[in-house]
């Protein structure tokens, strides 16, 4: 949230004095009314499937056709391993040709509850699709091998080939006519109601081991002798994700268990602002064709969050800078994103890949990515270095005292882009990428120079837009507007966001002072039950 001085709250609030927050908790960004709920709801998640081991042994067993002297056995619950939206838990197999495989349930709490199951059904159909669409069309990209996954109904997905005969031809014959009418078809899953299914819905995949090397979280950052052998495989799997698509969006899986490009694109961005009840108005179907209309949307988000989230502003000038920052990011699309790029098409990215998310080998080759969940299609524009390159997080290249670890990250990035055009467009073993090494470094390197992924990145994440657009994007065009002028130009922009703004600094002062009456009006977490740690997914 914008930083405030005592003098900017007294000179902008008018007399309208705003409750100032006394707690820490009052202090955060989130609704915690929501988030203050989440430690409980995780815990009763994790006991219920604790009661339901024998059916997640069932389930198992008919994904992978085991044969009565295959028996399953599910770990203990101190073995399970947590993200933020998933929970893995290990299955044991016995006489079979891996050690275990791993079942991995979303959490509810994350996803929009129980009580709805839509977002949650939504990112599995996602999340496999993209496994499908990877292991087709990607193989060289070492991700877990998918042996099936269901929805919270009991719906149930395995692999095609596991299906009876007569689903095998019917599909093949499918094929065939779509190949004779031009149009594409990709039917990777047979669908199956089941009797037995888990309220959460789950995906089935393959565990990588030990032999796979660690998480390049738990190694560290590469030393620099080791950092060219890092970059040159980040280089590899990039080129083979960039594959031209015909529209910006997700891939899903319908209940035919065919994958089309037909969700809208499911990021993390839109999940966070969805569960905590604001509507994106981004309907699930919705995709697009171009750069400009996806991004407005995203924008559109932004004023959504303002309309809908009661804690969104501690003050008037708070209030003010946000909304301006909302105004100029429109104002400011065609300076940032008019690019020749904006003509190309799309192509499949990881929008969530981060030092947790893949293994690498002691020479920091990656050998496996575990997460591709919020996997998108998204404009070629939008692929920028990963902001871990330089070994820092996001916040860490925003905010004061930065300019050092900003340089560092802009030598990281120059390094990785060097290394990713050093080739020409095959890539040694007699496969060529869809698009020119040289070309793709060139437009990165063109991207970083403008900002344009500070813009983005204020784009797709509203809680920091106001932050990255002061420290990042305002200095390019007004250094004094984002330091003693800043007073005078959020109050004029802020008046460009609607009409009647007065009314709405009146509604959002009396949401904000109801969200610290609710909150101080909760007592402190009971902590008479005991929560389990789960351990980090690797």
Not at 57 to 64: R, S
Not at 193 to 204: A, F, I, N, P, T
Not at 290 to 314: G, K
């Amino acid at each position: 949230m914008p930083p405030q001085s005592e003098e900017q709250e007294d000179a902008t609030d008018e007399g309208c004095e705003w409750e100032k927050p006394i707690q820490d908790l009052e202090e955060e960004d989130d609704n915690m009314l929501i988030h203050m709920e989440w430690d409980r709801l995780e815990e009763e998640f994790l006991q219920y499937l604790e009661t339901e081991r024998p059916t997640i042994k069932t389930i198992v067993a008919q994904h992978l056709n085991l044969k009565a002297h295959q028996t399953c056995s599910v770990a203990k619950r101190y073995e399970w391993m947590g993200g933020t939206y998933n929970v893995c838990i290990p299955v044991f197999i016995s006489n079979w040709r891996a050690r275990r495989v791993l079942i991995r349930c979303p959490f509810p709490h994350r996803l929009g509850g129980l009580h709805k199951t839509t977002l949650m059904e939504e990112k599995l159909r996602c999340e496999a699709a993209s496994f499908a669409w990877l292991s087709r069309n990607c193989p060289r990209v070492p991700i877990p091998h998918l042996f099936g996954f269901g929805l919270p109904g009991g719906l149930q997905f395995s692999p095609l080939e596991h299906a009876p005969w007569y689903q095998r031809v019917s599909t093949f014959l499918r094929w065939c006519w779509a190949r004779a009418c031009g149009r594409s078809y990709f039917r990777p899953f047979a669908p199956l109601q089941s009797r037995v299914s888990l309220k959460s819905g789950y995906l089935l995949i393959e565990c990588f081991e030990k032999e796979r090397g660690q998480t390049l979280s738990a190694v560290g950052h590469p030393p620099p002798e080791h950092r060219p052998t890092l970059f040159r495989s980040l280089r590899r799997i990039l080129l083979d994700l960039a594959r031209p698509l015909s529209r910006i969006g997700s891939f899903t899986v319908h209940d035919s268990g065919e994958v089309c490009l037909t969700n809208r694109p499911l990021t993390r961005g839109l999940v966070v602002l969805e569960n905590a009840g604001v509507p994106t108005k981004i309907p699930q179907n919705q995709t697009y064709s171009s750069t400009e209309p996806y991004l407005l949307d995203l924008i559109n988000c932004h004023d959504q969050r303002l309309i809908h989230q009661p804690n969104v502003a501690r003050s008037k000038l708070d209030l003010e800078g946000q909304m301006a920052t909302i105004v100029a990011l429109r104002a400011l699309y065609s300076t940032f994103m008019s690019t020749p790029l904006q003509r190309e098409p799309p192509i499949f990215q990881f929008t969530d890949l981060h030092e947790d998310n893949f293994f690498v080998d002691e020479n920091y080759c990656i050998t496996g990515i575990v997460d591709i969940e919020f996997s998108c299609a998204l404009p070629r524009e939008m692929q920028h270095p990963p902001f871990w390159l330089s070994g820092h997080e996001l916040d860490d290249l925003d905010g004061e005292g930065t300019q050092e670890n900003e340089e560092k990250f802009e030598r990281a990035c120059e390094e990785f882009l060097r290394i990713l055009e050093e080739e020409d467009d095959d890539d040694g073993d007699g496969e060529t990428f869809s698009i020119c090494p040289r070309d793709y470094a060139q437009a990165m390197r063109d991207s970083l120079r403008r900002k344009q992924h500070w813009y983005l990145t204020a784009v797709k994440v509203p809680r920091i837009a106001y932050n990255t657009f002061v420290n990042k994007i305002q200095p390019q065009f007004a250094f004094s507007h984002s330091e003693e002028e800043a007073g005078k130009f959020q109050d004029v922009m802020a008046k460009y966001w609607r009409v009647d703004t007065v009314a709405f600094f009146e509604q959002k002062r009396h949401e904000w002072s109801n969200h610290l009456s609710q909150l101080r009006s909760i007592q402190s977490p009971s902590t008479s039950t005991p929560v389990c740690v789960l351990l980090p997914i690797s």
